[in-house]
């Protein structure tokens, strides 16, 4: 088909610029709301991960000074039996299903704090490296 004069005029060009313009651009949304979506549940993953291995960390930590605390009564005050199952008892009421609400990292910050607590009553230097984590494949 052979184009004459005056068959495409200016508008029409326009038009068609802008109509391409807005395929692209919800093309564009679509595609940006699905890897963006993919991204956050991997950045999720990830940082629960992070998370639930450093409560475990301290809990294991909190448990093994409560067994200590019981063998040995005489050596260890009450005041670090209660903070040590303190620190167990604000662990368990961190839930372990996924949430959307940010008082998790509330709850995250002030087990940080009573373990940092506990770990100077006791004198002991104890600090959460996660240097050694194994790398995650995708």
Known sequence: MELQKGDLDLDALVNLETMFMEYGYEDGMKAGELSGALEGRVLGCEKAFEISRELGYYYGCASTWIMLFQKSPDKFSDRLLK??????????????????????????????????????????SQKYNAMDKPAMAY
């Open 83 to 124: 903070q040590a199952q303190s620190l167990q008892t604000l662990i368990d009421e961190i839930p372990m299903e996924n949430q959307v609400n940010t008082e998790i990292l509330l709850l995250v910050e002030r087990v940080r704090a009573k373990f940092k607590v506990l770990t100077s009553i006791l004198g002991v």
